[in-house]
């Protein structure tokens, strides 16, 4: 997780003349600012590799948001080859400079063991050491309850910290609480208000949570089956790159739901998810080549 660009003008133009003054006359803020836009292709066509360099200039000024924002391009291998070492090592040099995302990334290097040794005690402590204000590590922290991750699973618990981390907008927490609705996890199964929560994490952004809005659509769960309202959320979701959206689509083609049977269109989502590593998508795959 990268930290937000506060304050970024609302005209992307405007903000990199702004901020390439500020690059050139040496403005830690200003070069990392300048690396977000390239980051996230605001203004500006996306760039990975820029964006490294210019965050890479502020961190060296001791930036330390762009710090954190550096160990997410090593975590994620974006611009650079991933490298979680690199990634520990930002976090860290963040963390101890007050960021308290840099906290909860590091804690999800511990709590997967990615670059270190799984430590679920430490990705609890560093959680707990921001949680009184950072929606992100409360949403971690219900997250640990949720699947009993080094600590005995607690719904109860889960559920306090997601609904914390809900009040304050965190998008991956509402869905999570949604499902905990779905599923009826330390709370009476209440179908409608799980749909209503996926529907709030979907409007904020979260791609798994239009896909569950579109598996209630498509399945009948709480709401009338409407196969057309199943595959507008799907469509969204896979916009955004999320397979599981895209193997979703690919069965709707496939089976003629809320859509005339197309193989071709079926095969086209079924790839697409399968080219981007997606398991199921490769199995669909080769079902469809037996027949």
Request: proline share 4%; charged share 25%; aromatic share 10%.
């Amino acid at each position: 997780m990268r930290a937000a660009a506060a304050g970024v003008p609302l005209d992307p133009a405007r903000a990199r003349s702004l901020y390439e003054t500020g690059a050139n006359a040496g403005e830690p803020s200003g070069t990392r600012l300048l690396g977000y836009l390239y980051d996230h292709g605001l203004g500006v066509a996306q760039d990975s590799v820029q964006a490294r360099q210019w965050y890479e200039k502020a961190a060296a000024a001791g930036d330390a948001q762009a710090m954190n924002n550096l160990g997410w391009l090593y975590e994620q291998g974006r611009g650079v080859a991933k490298d979680y070492g690199e990634a520990r090592k930002w976090y860290e040099k963040a963390s101890a400079l007050g960021i308290r995302l840099a906290s909860v990334n590091l804690g999800r290097l511990y709590q997967e063991g990615e670059g270190v040794p799984m430590d679920g005690g430490r990705a609890k402590g560093l959680y707990e050491s921001v949680a009184n204000v950072e929606p992100a590590a409360m949403r971690q922290l219900g997250f640990l309850y949720d699947r009993g991750i080094r600590v005995p699973k607690d719904y109860g618990e889960a559920r306090k910290w997601y609904e914390k981390a809900a009040a304050l907008k965190d998008p991956i927490a509402i869905n999570n609480l949604g499902y905990m609705y779905e599923a009826g996890n330390g709370v009476p199964k209440d179908l409608g208000r799980a749909r209503d929560l996926y529907g709030q994490a979907a409007a904020l952004g979260q791609l798994p949570a239009m896909v569950n809005l579109g598996n209630l659509y498509r399945n009948g769960r709480g709401i009338p089956k409407d196969y057309a309202q199943a595959r507008q959320w799907y469509e969204k979701a896979a916009a955004g790159g999320r397979t599981a959206a895209m193997v979703q689509l690919g069965d709707l083609y496939r089976l003629g739901l809320g859509v005339p049977k197309d193989t071709a269109q079926a095969r086209k989502w079924y790839e697409a998810a399968a080219a981007a590593g997606d398991a199921s998508a490769s199995k669909a795959l080769g079902g469809m080549k037996r027949h």
